[in-house]
Nanobody, 121 residues
Framework: QVQLVESGGGSVQPGESLRLSCAASGSIVSVNAMGWYRQAPGKERELVARISSGTRINYADSVKGRFTISRDNGENTVYLQMDSLKPEDTAVYYC???????????????WGRGTLVTVSS
């Protein structure tokens, strides 16, 4: 069994910051790429940022220069530092991880349950 547990969402005003965390736990051999996606009301889920097991990082154009993704490989945890938040960043943020399972040594995609970020004045 593998779980991703997110934390750190909340309500902030425009220009403020939030930090999201997501920890993978369970019967894990290794955690490869990890990332954050978001889904705003009435819209499709979109990639926000992704980080490989090494140092390769991708950001959505809409968050470049404002959001920073990082990870702690020893803790199987990924972080998303969100600065200069805008109302259009309001969404449910989902953690994603590609996990090599100890059960069968296969790599599978896992998702967290999501954490709500609301940016409003």
């Amino acid at each position: 069994q593998v779980q991703l547990v997110e934390s750190g969402g909340g309500s902030v005003q425009p220009g403020e910051s939030l930090r999201l965390s997501c920890a993978a736990s369970g019967s894990i051999v290794s955690v490869n790429a990890m990332g954050w996606y978001r889904q705003a009301p009435g819209k499709e889920r979109e990639l926000v940022a992704r980080i490989s097991s090494g140092t390769r990082i991708n950001y959505a154009d809409s968050v470049k220069g404002r959001f920073t993704i990082s990870r702690d490989n020893g803790e199987n945890t990924v972080y998303l530092q969100m600065d200069s938040l805008k109302p259009e960043d309001t969404a449910v943020y989902y953690c994603n991880a590609k996990v090599m399972r100890r059960f069968d040594y296969s790599e599978r995609d896992y998702w967290g349950r999501g954490t709500l970020v609301t940016v409003s004045s």
